[in-house]
């Protein structure tokens, strides 16, 4: 078993920044990628970002340029930082840890944290 703790969430006006963190425990060797996902209301879980263990990184259309993803395999911590941050990045943010699925696979099964809440508004 794998568990994901997040924190980091909050409120931050338009154009603030933020950034979340997401310790990874237990059967760490197993997972292949680490990533995080979002879900705003009425709306589906979608990836934000994710990096595999060898560093290689993948961001969606809508964050590239703005956000960053890291991780320290010491600390077994992945970290999200988040600039210029738009009402439309406000959702709940999910930490996922998954094992290989394939060269083109980015996570969004595995293990999940509980979610931390970002708010953007003024």
């Known amino acids: 078993q794998v568990q994901l703790v997040e924190s980091g969430g909050g409120l931050v006006q338009p154009g603030g920044s933020l950034g979340l963190s997401c310790v990874v425990s237990?059967?760490?060797?197993?997972?292949?990628?680490t990533g995080w996902y979002r879900q705003a209301p009425d709306n589906q879980r979608v990836l934000v970002a994710a990096i595999t263990n060898s560093g290689r990184t993948n961001y969606a259309d809508s964050v590239k340029g703005r956000f960053n993803i890291t991780k320290d395999n010491i600390k077994n911590t992945m970290y999200l930082q988040m600039n210029s941050l738009k009402p439309e990045d406000t959702a709940v943010y999910y930490c996922?840890?998954?094992?290989?699925?394939?060269?083109?696979?980015?996570?969004?099964?595995?293990?999940w944290g509980q979610g931390t809440q970002v708010t953007v508004s003024s």
């Open positions: 996922n840890a998954d094992h290989y699925r394939g060269s083109d696979s980015w996570g969004g099964q595995g293990f």
């Open positions: 237990g059967a760490t060797y197993s997972i292949y990628v």
